[in-house]
């Protein structure tokens, strides 16, 4: 089961001045639910398996929060609103919040999705937009008034991603391969992998010895991907499903790409931000949070969308151009430093809970 290493550095500092109670839907334990044990967070796991669980987690949570009265209800995750949020309404709790992790996916790729989204806005009293792109689709496509949203970015322990974090162990196995060409990306469609590894097809007859690194690589394009992978020699890939700690791996790229295929795929896309952090020089599509804060030529390299060729050639530039990496490399861990501190985040967080 995924780690969401986020919420354990908000449970860190938000518990020092909230008393924090959780509920998590899970089919069984999780990194998330053993951590808050270990914290001695009050939580509650209720077995949830899918929508046909979904009535019966309603009443057991709404059995909760009527017996423990919390005065705000914060829910992230489709399934998790839904049950929270209705429950929460049930049991007459006054502040409803949730924060929005997609964009304009269900209007795109599931349109059933987009009356979830609907009713989930509806019984929020506040709604977190992660990103501007989060934000205008509540406002244009979903007609969320301005007055009701919060945009509050995802926050970041960025110390954790400072060069000498990395395993000697992890660093040996890596040793013989370079350059280091890395993803943390879904198998999905809108992740745009397959023009990144049409490009770097194209970079092995420049760079006989590199190595596409990819973490995450799993989801519903995996057939189509894994043909593409079986034209380039195994000894030139190497592919990482899941990993709960993914912060050493970005230490071992020489250069990072992030492709998605429009500007509004992307809600956030944590990883523009990981990777600037861990001073990876990086080529990316405008997508998400990009869009607010990436600059072409000073903190990233930008390329047009669904363009592999343009990736190459970017690929082809900055390896062999120092000067540019250890400039991009600077300007971006400068720019994320200064716009999405963990502290920022827990600070408008605590602004929207005491509100």
């Known amino acids: 089961m995924d780690r969401w290493i986020a919420f354990e550095w908000t449970v860190e500092e938000l518990s020092l001045k909230f008393d924090l109670q959780f509920i998590l839907l899970n089919p069984g334990s ?5 951590y808050l044990l270990e914290k001695g967070v009050q939580t509650t796991r209720i077995n949830y398996i899918g929508k046909r669980s979904l ?3 309603v009443y057991k949570v709404w059995k909760i929060l009527s017996a423990n009265k919390p005065a705000i209800v914060h829910c992230h995750f489709i399934d998790a609103c839904l049950v929270g949020l209705v429950a929460a309404r049930l049991a007459n709790i006054k502040i409803r919040i949730h924060t929005r992790h997609h964009s304009i996916f269900h209007h795109k790729y599931f349109k059933k999705g987009i009356y979830y989204d609907r009713l989930i806005n509806l019984l ?9 792109v989060v934000k205008i689709v509540l406002t244009k496509d979903e007609n969320v008034k301005e007055n009701k949203i919060i945009e509050i970015h995802h926050g970041f322990d960025l110390s954790l991603f400072e060069k000498d974090s990395i395993d000697d162990k992890l660093k040996d196995q890596f040793s013989e391969t ?6 943390v990306s879904r198998y999905i469609e809108w992740k745009g992998v397959v023009y990144i590894i049409a490009a770097f097809k194209n970079l092995l007859t ?5 190595l596409l690194l990819l973490l995450n690589a799993r989801g519903p394009q995996q057939e189509e991907i894994k043909k593409l992978l079986r034209e380039i020699p195994s000894s030139n890939y190497k592919e990482i499903p899941f990993t709960p700690d993914i912060r050493d791996y970005y230490q071992l790229m020489d250069i990072y790409v992030h492709a998605p295929i429009d500007h509004q795929v992307e809600a956030f896309g944590q990883t523009y931000v990981e990777a600037l952090a861990a001073g990876i020089p990086s080529i990316f599509t405008l997508s998400g949070i990009a869009n607010e804060f990436i600059e072409n030529g000073k903190n990233a390299i930008v390329v047009p969308f669904k363009n592999s060729n343009a990736i190459y050639s970017s690929l082809r530039d900055l390896l062999s151009n120092s000067d540019l990496r250890q400039q991009l490399s600077i300007k971006g861990k400068e720019d994320v430093s200064g716009k999405f ?5 827990v600070s408008k ?7």
Do not use: Q, R, W
């Not at 999780?30 to 053993?34: D, G, K, P, V």
């Not at 420049?206 to 590199?210: C, E």
């Not at 967080?349 to 509100?355: F, I, P, Q, T, V």
């Open 30 to 34: 999780s990194y998330l639910e053993n």
């Open 341 to 345: 501190s963990l502290d920022i985040m």
């Open 178 to 183: 370079k350059p280091i060409i890395g993803v």
């Open 124 to 132: 929020s009293t506040k709604v977190i937009a992660i990103s501007s």
């Open 206 to 210: 420049d760079y006989p010895n590199a």
């Open 55 to 57: 009535f019966k987690a």
């Open 349 to 355: 967080l605590e602004s929207c809970y005491n509100a």
